[in-house]
């Protein structure tokens, strides 16, 4: 049987599925920060968010690159966070006020059709969003319209499966469980701009110019696996929903047996789970 890949459908469940899980997902927030901190920094420095920029989050969930890019750009300059979750976006909302941060706002957008005014921003920023985006090509397209000519746009994806283990396994095994196909080329996914030159190229298709990347080793590092298991059961929306079609039953034996295979990352000094980055920027 032939699975046909439904873009709404698949954008109505994710949006169902981060709703369910901003809570946890801005509960874990320093394990976030701590783990993909290093990657953040450069992402901004590539996107050259700095004093008085205005700057657009696509994707921004629950927005700690969003507080990053706040404090960066200082009173004189703001951040605009969006999101296709208007849960999680009200966690970045309450954290920025918590903060004192009074140059963030918050807008549910979704970020194949982002509805904002045409080169109005300094730099546009995404971190672990456009790889869940079904028209990829289109979104970088609202990007570049969002930015005024000379701005710059900041990503960072996931490279290979085969360097990301941490997220591979559970997605292996509950592929397997659940019988779901491998996705075609062109689908969304955590792995699908990770391939060599996928994200440059696709930069460059869409007009930006003088496009870098680079590589950066982002080990998840945790007490135990266990642990590990626990933070991806309660936040990752993507696991959620490819396990949607299993049973309650059949999803406990899944995650048994990651958490089984998830041990093999433990040493002397915890957990170390395998990820690797790609921070990417183009100039419009």
Same mark, same amino acid.
């Given at each position: 049987?032939?699975?046909?890949?439904?873009?709404?459908?698949?954008?109505?469940?994710?949006?169902?599925q981060w709703?369910?899980?901003?809570?946890?997902?801005?509960?874990?927030?320093?394990?976030?920060?701590?783990?993909?901190?290093?990657?953040? *920094?450069?992402?901004? #420095? &590539?996107?050259?968010? =700095?004093? /008085?920029?205005?700057?657009?989050?696509?994707? @921004? $969930? !629950?927005?700690?690159?969003?507080?990053?890019?706040?404090?960066?750009?200082?009173?004189?300059?703001?951040?605009?966070?969006?999101?296709?979750?208007?849960?999680?976006?009200?966690?970045?909302?309450?954290?920025a006020a918590?903060?004192?941060?009074?140059?963030?706002?918050?807008?549910?957008?979704?970020?194949?059709?982002?509805?904002?005014? *045409?080169?109005?921003? #300094? &730099?546009?920023?995404? =971190?672990? /969003?456009?790889?869940?985006?079904?028209?990829? @090509? $289109? !979104?970088?397209?609202?990007?570049?319209?969002?930015?005024?000519?000379?701005?710059?746009?900041?990503?960072?994806?996931?490279?290979?499966?085969?360097?990301?283990?941490?997220?591979?396994?559970?997605?292996?095994?509950?592929?397997?469980?659940?019988?779901?196909?491998?996705?075609?080329?062109?689908?969304?996914?955590?792995?699908?701009?990770?391939?060599?030159?996928?994200? &440059?190229?696709?930069? =460059?298709?869409?007009?930006?110019?003088?496009?870098?990347?680079?590589?950066?080793?982002?080990?998840?590092?945790?007490?135990?696996?266990?642990?590990?298991?626990?933070?991806?059961?309660?936040?990752?929306?993507?696991?959620?929903?490819?396990?949607?079609g299993l049973?309650?039953?059949?999803?406990?034996?899944?995650?048994?047996?990651?958490?089984?295979?998830?041990?093999?990352?433990?040493?002397?000094?915890?957990?170390?789970?395998?990820?690797?980055?790609?921070?990417?920027?183009?100039?419009?």
């Amino acid at each position: 049987m032939t699975v046909t890949f439904d873009p709404t459908r698949y954008k109505d469940t994710t949006r169902s599925q981060w709703e369910d899980a901003a809570g946890a997902w801005h509960t874990w927030g320093p394990t976030l920060e701590a783990w993909l901190g290093e990657a953040t *920094a450069l992402m901004l #420095d &590539a996107a050259g968010v =700095r004093t /008085g920029s205005a700057v657009l989050d696509v994707a @921004a $969930g !629950a927005g700690g690159q969003t507080l990053a890019a706040a404090r960066r750009v200082g009173p004189d300059g703001e951040v605009l966070a969006t999101d296709i979750s208007p849960t999680i976006l009200a966690h970045a909302a309450a954290d920025a006020a918590a903060a004192g941060l009074t140059n963030v706002r918050t807008r549910e957008l979704d970020g194949e059709r982002l509805d904002v005014d *045409a080169g109005a921003f #300094d &730099a546009v920023i995404s =971190r672990l /969003g456009l790889i869940y985006f079904p028209d990829q @090509a $289109g !979104a970088l397209a609202g990007q570049y319209r969002a930015l005024r000519p000379g701005g710059r746009v900041g990503a960072i994806v996931y490279s290979t499966a085969e360097r990301n283990a941490f997220f591979a396994v559970p997605v292996s095994i509950i592929r397997r469980r659940a019988n779901l196909p491998a996705p075609a080329a062109g689908q969304p996914g955590p792995f699908s701009l990770g391939g060599p030159g996928a994200l &440059a190229d696709l930069l =460059r298709r869409t007009g930006f110019r003088d496009v870098e990347t680079q590589t950066v080793a982002a080990p998840l590092q945790m007490p135990t696996a266990a642990e590990c298991v626990r933070f991806e059961r309660e936040s990752f929306g993507a696991l959620h929903q490819m396990l949607a079609g299993l049973a309650p039953a059949e999803r406990e034996v899944a995650w048994q047996e990651i958490g089984t295979e998830m041990r093999r990352f433990e040493g002397p000094s915890g957990f170390t789970g395998p990820c690797e980055l790609i921070v990417a920027s183009g100039v419009k």
